[in-house]
T-cell receptor
Framework: DSGVTQTPKHLITATGQRVTLRCSPRSGDLSVYWYQQSLDQGLQFLIQYYNGEERAKGNILERFSAQQFPDLHSELNLSSLELGDSALYFC?????????????FGEGSRLTVL | GENVEQHPSTLSVQEGDSAVIKCTYSDSASNYFPWYKQELGKGPQLIIDIRSNVGEKKDQRIAVTLNKTAKHFSLHITETQPEDSAVYFCAASSNTGNQFYFGTGTSLTVIP
């Protein structure tokens, strides 16, 4: 158990809809990273937050947004969903602001868009 | 930005044999190279990492080597066991950056 909690574990929705994925980092970790893993794809970096502030942005679509709250949990909002958004979305946390050191991954939220 | 390439994409070995996975990176500023193991239905988990001031690191049956000049690093698993079957990801990052760049993964199957 990494200590990172993601909900929901599975989500099935329709095209055009909006969903919110939630992540609770390990106790004490200030950094939260979001990754997308599509079938046969690697881990695509979406966005990083540190202590409530956005620190880095990857290939995140404009239809996607995220935030980190004062209690350090984070939410990834996906809107106007398309079939191609079907993927496994991982949250990872780290105590560091910089990208060195271990990332602790949650078990992911599997999104299926029909 | 950084570009990490990983090979092979799939690898099958007999139990007891060794497995080697190779990665190359492009940014000479990268100085931290972790390897993650992802078992079915789970999130990736760090198994070993190496920093640029070290050429090799070993932890029991797992070792990682780094060649800074050639910009490549490799994961070596010896005496493979069925429980080593998983997807392995390499990554590169720098302490001046804010993201990890992951390879595309290697699906390792250890045949009993």
């Amino acid at each position: 158990d990494s200590g990172v909690t993601q909900t929901p574990k599975h989500l099935i929705t329709a095209t055009g809809q909006r969903v919110t994925l939630r992540c609770s980092p390990r106790s004490g970790d200030l950094s939260v990273y979001w990754y997308q893993q599509s079938l046969d794809q690697g881990l695509q970096f979406l966005i990083q937050y540190y202590n409530g502030e956005e620190r880095a942005k990857g290939n995140i679509l404009e239809r996607f947004s995220a935030q980190q709250f004062p209690d350090l949990h984070s939410e990834l909002n996906l809107s106007s969903l398309e079939l191609g958004d079907s993927a496994l979305y991982f949250c990872a946390s780290s105590p560091r602001t910089s990208s060195t050191g271990e990332l602790f991954f949650g078990e992911g939220s599997r999104l299926t868009v029909l | 930005g950084e570009n990490v390439e990983q090979h092979p994409s799939t690898l099958s070995v007999q139990e007891g044999d060794s497995a080697v996975i190779k990665c190359t990176y492009s940014d000479s500023a990268s100085n931290y190279f972790p390897w993650y193991k992802q078992e079915l239905g789970k999130g990736p988990q760090l198994i070993i990492d190496i920093r640029s001031n070290v050429g090799e690191k070993k932890d029991q049956r797992i070792a990682v080597t780094l060649n800074k000049t050639a910009k490549h690093f490799s994961l070596h698993i010896t005496e493979t066991q069925p429980e080593d079957s998983a997807v392995y990801f390499c990554a590169a990052s720098s302490n001046t950056g804010n993201q990890f760049y992951f390879g595309t993964g290697t699906s390792l199957t250890v045949i009993p």
